[in-house]
Each structure stands twice: as C-alpha cells, then as structure tokens.
C-alpha cells in the first residue's frame, strides 16, 4: 500500500523558515520523480518543485526560486523542501506527489501539509 506523509507544515512570520517532509512508502520511490505542489485558498493547485529520479534534476517555480530548495534521501525514501524567506503569499497546502512512468505511469499523492505565513 502506497503512503506519502508530509510534516513540517506551521505558522511563520514573513521572512521566517519552514522545512517539510514526506515520508514515501510502498513504492520503488528511487525511480520516481518527486514533487511539492501548494494550494492557496480560492486558487487552483500549482507545482512549486521537482526533483526527478536520476541526476538530481530540479525545477522551480519562478515564484519560489531562490528560496526554496528540494531534496531527496532515497536511502530513507524522503523529499524535502526547504522553504526560506516566507511570504504570506506562500500560505496554503503543500502536498507531496510521486510520478512514475515505467512500465506504467502511476501517480501518488499525500494529505498535504497546512503552511500559514503572517505579515
């Protein structure tokens, strides 16, 4: 059975720092490729990062870069990312997704974890 597992979401003043977590299980979570999208209140949901399986290739969102940073562990089966510099329009929920394409496309989503920064 498939889990992924964010944490490290909270309340954070603007300019502080959050670090979120995702805990991946049930899955060969070593060829997939992960990623942290948010969604704001009354706004559709948008990818904010990706770090695909092989190489450690990353992507950004124009909004977020230069302040956060994704990572991966394989050997714990853990993303992460680290989120500097918040702003209140960075609030919303932050979900962790997995998308593998061989043999077949699969793609696994956790709960999300509430972000709240304040001005």
């Known amino acids: 059975q498939v889990h992924l597992v964010e944490s490290g979401g909270g309340l954070v003043q603007a300019g502080g720092s959050l670090r979120l977590s995702c805990a991946a299980s049930?899955?060969?979570?070593?060829?997939?490729?992960m990623s942290w999208y948010r969604q704001a209140p009354g706004k559709e949901r948008e990818v904010v990062a990706v770090?695909?399986?092989?190489?450690?290739?990353?992507r950004y969102a124009d909004s977020v870069k230069g302040r956060f940073t994704i990572s991966r562990e394989n050997a714990k089966n853990t993303v992460y990312l680290q989120m500097n510099n918040l702003q209140p329009e960075d609030t919303g929920v932050y979900s962790c997704?997995?998308?593998?394409?061989?043999?077949?496309?699969?793609?696994?989503w956790g709960q999300g974890t509430q972000v709240t920064v304040s001005s």
């Open positions: 049930g899955f060969t979570f070593s060829r997939y490729a």
């Open positions: 770090i695909i399986s092989a190489g450690g290739i990353t």
């Open positions: 997704n997995a998308e593998g394409v061989v043999p077949i496309r699969r793609v696994y």
